[in-house]
């Protein structure tokens, strides 16, 4: 399985975002789906999980009423909508992807978001 995000970019703090993750097996509609970031000199951490029906999410609470994912699986593509930024948003962020044969992760995306 690939998985390729998009979207990201350099954008003022209070700014907003659509990342993409696209995935390149139809398989994908079947497993949740996880967001990570890693910023500079950081370890990667979780951001934001949806199950597979897109029902069932869990944020962490760094991004918890400003972040919406969401997914079309029609498309093979998970959304993460990403308002209010801030400065310490600012990393790569990784879609990832857990099945029965392994751990998949995209090649990430970077967001910058200036003070």
Sequence with gaps: VQLVES???LVQAGGSLRLSCAASDPTFSSYS???FRQAPGKE???VVFIGWRGIVTN???S???RFTISRDNAKNTVYLQMNSLKPEDTSVYYCHLRTITGDYWG???PVTVSS
């Design 59 to 61: 944020y962490a609470d």
């Design 7 to 9: 979207g990201g970019g």
């Design 63 to 65: 991004v918890k009423d």
């Design 33 to 35: 789906i996880g967001w």
């Design 44 to 46: 990667r951490e979780f």
């Design 107 to 109: 090649q990430g995306t």
